[in-house]
């Protein structure tokens, strides 16, 4: 089921996505054509991501490899195909630039952004020559784990290393001012996919309402849970960016920028698994294990992001524990990086 979802998340997105930024040039039939370019690459990416994911999960389910590895493959995929999308697109992008005849290049900083609105005449401001809003693919991988309060990563119950997680969704950033973009709002929605690998050959157990970490009764070649989240973060970003502009269109552009994000996010649970690799009588055991393992239902969180172009550092971490009615809370903490796609 979880593929099925992941799947038709990638099917909406090759609808829902349009242009990042709507723009009228001085020759409308080249930059159109221009557009349209950059629309067709963006949806041969994921169309080639879709294929490679249905490939790594049939290679699965006929046990060529194990889920641990296909997941790692699916988040090198969709890694390789983000950055292919950054690369193909950058190109048409120069093209466009070169066809509005004027850009800026004046990088703004945040101090100066509210004095360049004043340093203008109110005449220079026209609502109808600016977009606003932008349309971006959010992806993130990286190294998941959970903590108690006051627990180091050095103490915990979940392997560093083995412990990782994948993120893809979408997101709308808005400038909040009208004249100025040295601040916007990014919002949105992602499926979220955390992974935990328990240490000293261990594996959830649910009893009485309350679930714990035990021993497996035999040796594990892999013990793994993972948690399917839908949420929908919201982020105040802030940083310089270039303003373009030409005689009927400006935007502004964020490419080769740093910028820093601070947020949150709400969602659902949409469901849990537990699987379990180990051999019993010389033959070689594989079992996924479904159940709510009395885990949270709503999930919510703070997150953030800080680095330059497409390219940033990502931290989250969930304020609600994972399992209810615990002796002791634990929360899910993920750190590594994340790709935003015009």
Same mark, same amino acid.
């Given at each position: 089921m979880k593929?099925n !979802?992941?799947l @038709?998340?990638l099917i909406?997105?090759?609808?829902?996505v349009?242009?990042?930024?709507? =723009?009228e040039k001085?020759?409308?039939?080249?930059i159109?054509q221009?557009?349209?370019?950059? /629309?067709? #690459? !963006?949806?041969?990416e994921?169309?080639?991501?879709?294929?490679?994911?249905?490939a !790594?999960?049939?290679?699965a389910e006929?046990?060529e #490899?194990d889920?641990e590895?296909?997941?790692?493959?699916?988040?090198?995929a969709?890694r390789?195909?983000? @950055?292919?999308i =950054?690369?193909r697109?950058? #190109?048409?992008?120069n =093209?466009?630039?070169l066809l509005?005849r004027e850009?800026?290049?004046?990088?703004?900083?945040?101090?100066?952004?509210?004095?360049?609105?004043?340093?203008?005449d109110?005449? *220079?401001?026209?609502? &109808?020559?600016?977009?606003?809003?932008?349309?971006h693919? !959010?992806m993130a991988?990286?190294?998941?784990n959970a903590?108690?309060?006051g627990?180091?990563?050095?103490? &915990?119950?979940?392997?560093?290393?083995?412990?990782?997680f994948f993120?893809?969704?979408?997101a *709308?950033?808005?400038?909040?001012?009208e004249k100025s973009?040295? @601040?916007r709002?990014r919002?949105?929605?992602s499926?979220q996919f955390?992974?935990l690998k328990p240490t000293?050959?261990r594996?959830?157990?649910?009893?009485e309402?309350e679930?714990?970490l035990?021993?497996f009764?035999?040796?594990?070649?892999?013990?793994?849970f993972r $948690?399917?989240?839908?949420?929908?973060?919201?982020?105040?970003?802030?940083?310089?960016s270039k303003k373009?502009e030409? &005689?009927?269109?400006? *935007?502004?552009s964020?490419?080769?920028?740093?910028? #820093?994000?601070?947020?949150?996010?709400?969602?659902i649970?949409?469901?849990?698994r =537990?699987?379990?690799?180990?051999?019993?009588d010389g /033959?070689k055991v594989?079992?996924?294990?479904k159940?709510?393992?009395?885990t949270n239902?709503?999930?919510?969180?703070?997150?953030?992001y $800080?680095?330059?172009?497409?390219?940033a550092?990502y931290v989250?971490?969930?304020?609600n524990?994972?399992?209810?009615?615990q002796?002791?809370d634990?929360?899910?903490?993920?750190?590594?990086?994340r790709?935003?796609?015009n």
């Open positions: 593929k !979802i992941f @038709m998340f909406f997105c090759s609808v829902v349009n242009p990042a930024v709507a =723009q001085t020759n409308p039939e080249k159109e221009l557009e349209k370019q950059k /629309e067709q #690459i !963006i949806n041969e994921k169309e080639a991501l879709k294929k490679e994911v249905e !790594i999960n049939r290679r006929a046990r #490899i889920w590895e296909a997941e790692k493959l699916k988040s090198e969709a390789k195909h983000a @950055m292919n =950054q690369n697109v950058a #190109i048409i992008d =093209q466009i630039a509005t850009e800026t290049t004046d990088e703004w900083t945040w101090e100066d952004a509210d004095d360049e609105e004043d340093a203008h109110d005449n *220079w401001f026209d609502k &109808s020559r600016y977009s606003r809003t932008s349309t693919l !959010i991988v990286g190294f998941n903590l108690s309060d627990q180091s990563v050095n103490d &915990s119950d979940f392997e560093v290393g083995g412990s990782r993120e893809i969704g979408m *709308w950033r808005t400038r909040v001012f973009n040295f @601040m709002l919002y949105g929605f499926f955390n992974g000293d050959n594996y959830f157990v649910e009893d309402g679930t714990r035990e021993e009764p035999l040796e594990l070649d892999k013990s793994k $948690m399917d989240n839908l949420v929908f973060p919201v982020h105040f970003e802030f940083g310089p373009v030409s &005689s009927r269109s400006v *935007w502004f964020t490419r080769n920028q740093f910028k #820093i994000g601070l947020g949150g996010y709400a969602g649970n949409l469901g849990e =537990q699987k379990l690799k180990y051999e019993e /033959e594989k079992e996924k294990l159940g709510d393992y009395n239902d709503f999930i919510y969180g703070l997150s953030g $800080m680095g330059f172009g497409g390219t550092l989250k971490y969930d304020l524990p994972i399992f209810k009615d002796a002791t634990l929360h899910n903490v993920s750190v590594g990086l790709f935003d796609v």
